[in-house]
């Protein structure tokens, strides 16, 4: 809404013209409709301040989901801060701006684009926090298994069961990928992480300068690493692996790919850290590396 003035000429009886000037409309609000955040926590990207233009007097704001806080700070500005989308899908709300008969409202929606993650350096390599979930998106927590992929595919397979895929798919594909090397375009890290190479799996394995540990973070087992240097750990959840479609291992093993076309990989479980290779059929956890 805009502020509203009508002027109308009257010729009156005496032949001189008068003006009539209308009272001034109510405005509650002409500010944006529509409001996006994106999935993570940072008081830099989930708090954000809107400006009421009004003329109207004891206005409220109110949200329906909550998740979304809405704070009215001052005569003419609502705070909006909304929590961490661990969910897997977007989510909406809508604020609601009130006063009498007035009613204005914005739209709200927060992502679950989750394609920021810190690195953490071990043993000169800047590893991601958190295993990959879906093709381009982070798991939410480093505990989290994320998804399982096949060697050279961008489709994640999920770590419970029904299984079903990053496509909503629920076959599993049994074919043997044929690959001389893991393709960028088939690479399922999100922008700037990368799988990494069997040189930088084997960098965790220098025990010289990096120690491991079978040990458990919320719930969740998983091995340690540690760079003796630097203090720098990592955690690996044992996410299992999917092999002819089968959930087998889950919270006993971790295979993390290489991009190895040997089909290369960094295994751990209770008793040791290490490097084997295996089918490129059967599905396993992919924990990127900064694409430097």
């Keep these: 809404m805009r502020r509203i003035f009508i002027y109308v000429l009257l010729f009156t009886a005496t032949g001189m013209f008068s003006k009539c000037v209308y009272p001034e409309q109510d405005i509650l609000y002409?500010?944006?409709?529509?409001?996006?955040f994106p999935a993570f926590a940072s008081n830099q990207f989930t708090e954000k301040e809107i400006y009421v233009n009004t003329n109207v007097s004891n206005w409220q704001a109110n949200c329906n989901q909550t998740w979304c806080n809405v704070t009215k700070t001052n005569e003419n500005t609502v705070s909006i801060s909304v929590t961490e989308n661990t969910t897997n899908t977007s989510r909406?709300?809508?604020?609601t701006i009130s006063a009498g008969d007035l009613t204005e409202t914005v739209s709200v929606e927060q992502t679950i684009e989750r394609t920021r993650v810190n690195g953490v350096v071990i043993n000169g390599v800047c590893w991601a926090t958190c295993n990959v979930d879906k093709p381009g998106v982070f798991a939410v927590h480093l505990e989290d298994a994320g998804m399982l992929y096949q060697y050279n595919r961008?489709?994640?397979?999920?770590?419970?069961d029904p299984m079903i895929n990053s496509n909503g798919g629920t076959t599993w594909d049994s074919s043997e990928p044929i690959a001389y090397k893991w393709e960028k375009t088939n690479d399922p890290s999100p922008t700037g992480w990368r799988v990494p190479t069997l040189n930088e799996i084997q960098s965790l394995?220098?025990?010289?300068n990096v120690a491991y540990e079978w040990t458990t973070v919320n719930g969740k087992n998983g091995g340690k690493?540690?760079?003796?240097n630097t203090g720098n750990t990592i955690f690996l959840p044992a996410?299992?692996?999917?092999?002819?479609?089968?959930?087998?291992?889950?919270?006993?093993?971790?295979i993390y790919w290489s991009d190895n076309?040997?089909?290369?990989?960094?295994?751990?479980?209770s008793n040791d850290a290490?490097?084997?290779?295996?089918?490129?059929?059967?599905?396993?956890?992919?924990?990127?590396?900064a694409n430097f």
């Design 274 to 289: 290490h490097w084997a290779n295996t089918s490129f059929s059967v599905g396993h956890s992919v924990r990127p590396v």
């Design 92 to 95: 909406i709300a809508t604020i």
């Design 239 to 254: 996410a299992g692996l999917r092999d002819d479609a089968t959930l087998i291992y889950l919270g006993i093993v971790g």
């Design 205 to 208: 394995l220098d025990t010289k």
């Design 30 to 36: 002409d500010g944006e409709s529509s409001l996006s």
């Design 261 to 269: 076309p040997a089909g290369c990989y960094l295994g751990i479980d």
């Design 154 to 160: 961008r489709v994640g397979w999920s770590t419970t």
């Design 225 to 228: 690493f540690t760079d003796r």
